[in-house]
């Protein structure tokens, strides 16, 4: 089954300090992509980045980017400065290019310490 | 606001009972869905509607019922037949990816349901 795999159940951060969030992923498709959404506390889903399987650099958005190794299959979330407000669960997604199902891995619950 | 409303929030169901969760989008998004959410786990897709009238089973559709009758609106039924009906809801839709779209899902804020 393509399925996503994030190995990390849960991680510690001290405030200000950057934080790698792993995704690795299974895929035989040549065109996909790949996504990040934060989950706080209160449970809504909130997308941070996106990456598509044929982009050439790595996405960026504010204090999300995503290095993504191609070759790996890997997809992790870098988080920098981190902030106490970033403390929730992250989890990654993948959806294959012309269809409408999504795949998500089961998460990382991050920390961030003050 | 542009959104994803569902409701209700929170819902109390006996056992043998249907309860519908209500999700409505003002985002004019052809495709919708509805997720499960249970502890330590990943979201699981139970319907998707890529367009009104039309739907298509998810990954753990059984015990679950659902309509697209308005472009707007999906609102899906949680049936007696469902075993273990205690999770977290989550609605989503999303418009396909291209031109400058990358497809991302927009969530409501989710309905936590629990059996009594």
């Known amino acids: 089954a393509q399925k996503i795999t994030q190995t990390q159940p849960g991680m510690f951060v001290q405030e200000k300090e950057a934080v790698t969030l792993d995704c690795t992923y299974d895929t035989s498709d040549p065109s996909y992509g790949l996504f990040w959404y934060k989950q706080p506390s209160s449970g809504e889903m909130i997308f941070l980045i996106y990456?598509?399987?044929?982009?050439?650099q790595n996405a960026t958005e504010g204090r999300y980017s995503l290095n993504f190794q191609k070759a790996r299959k890997s997809a992790n979330l870098v988080i920098s400065a981190s902030q106490l407000g970033d403390s929730a669960m992250y989890f990654c997604a993948r959806l294959t290019s012309g269809t409408y199902k999504y795949i998500f891995g089961t998460g990382t619950r991050l920390k961030v310490l003050a | 606001d542009g959104g994803i409303t569902q409701s209700p929030k929170y819902l109390f169901r006996k056992e043998g009972q249907n309860v519908t969760l209500s999700c409505e989008q003002n985002?004019?998004?052809?495709?919708m869905y509805w997720y499960r959410q249970d502890p330590g786990q990943g979201l699981r897709l139970i319907y998707y509607?890529?367009?009104?009238?039309?739907?298509q089973k998810g990954d753990i559709a059984e015990g679950y019922s659902v309509s697209r009758e308005k472009k707007e609106s999906f609102p899906l039924t949680v049936t007696s037949a469902q075993k273990n009906p205690t999770a977290f809801y989550l609605c989503?839709?999303?418009?396909?990816?291209?031109?400058?779209?990358?497809?991302?899902?927009?969530f409501g804020e989710g309905s936590r349901l629990t059996v009594l």
């Open positions: 985002l004019n998004h052809d495709a």
């Open positions: 989503a839709s999303s418009t396909p990816p291209g031109l400058g779209n990358t497809g991302e899902l927009f």
């Open positions: 509607s890529q367009i009104v009238n039309d739907f």
């Open positions: 990456q598509g399987s044929y982009d050439q």
